[in-house]
Nanobody, 126 residues
Framework: QVQLVESGGGLVQAGGSLRLSCAAS????????MGWFRQAPGKEREFVAA????????YYADSVKGRFTISRDNAKNTVYLQMNSLKPEDTAVYYC???????????????????WGKGTLVTVSS
């Protein structure tokens, strides 16, 4: 069993930055690809970024490429999402996910994800 706890959300002005963290319980963190999805009010969940088990490969949605950076620290059982140049359209609840396969993030829309966090709200004001 893995528990994921997100933190770092909040209110920021457009153009600002935030760093989200997702802390995982358990000893098998390095066995999971990790990533982030987001869901804005009235919209479907959408993929944001993912990172392979070792951290050697990263994947991004086109909408965040060049602005967001995903990273992980397997010694701290934590994955991060550095968000720069934030836009009002980035406003959403951001969810952390863990799954053995990175394809669950980049190909399957998160369906079948082994574990989800409860989410953290990011609000970007214009």
């Amino acid at each position: 069993q893995v528990q994921l706890v997100e933190s770092g959300g909040g209110l920021v002005q457009a153009g600002g930055s935030l760093r989200l963290s997702c802390a995982a319980s358990g000893r098998t963190f390095s066995s999971y690809a990790m990533g982030w999805f987001r869901q804005a009010p009235g919209k479907e969940r959408e993929f944001v970024a993912a990172i392979s088990k070792s951290g050697g490969n990263t994947y991004y949605a086109d909408s965040v490429k060049g602005r967001f950076t995903i990273s992980r620290d397997n010694a701290k059982n934590t994955v991060y999402l550095q968000m720069n140049s934030l836009k009002p359209e980035d406003t959403a609840v951001y969810y952390c996910g863990a799954d053995p396969s990175v394809a669950t993030f980049v190909g399957w829309g998160g369906y079948g994800m082994d574990y989800w966090g409860k989410g953290t709200l990011v609000t970007v004001s214009s």
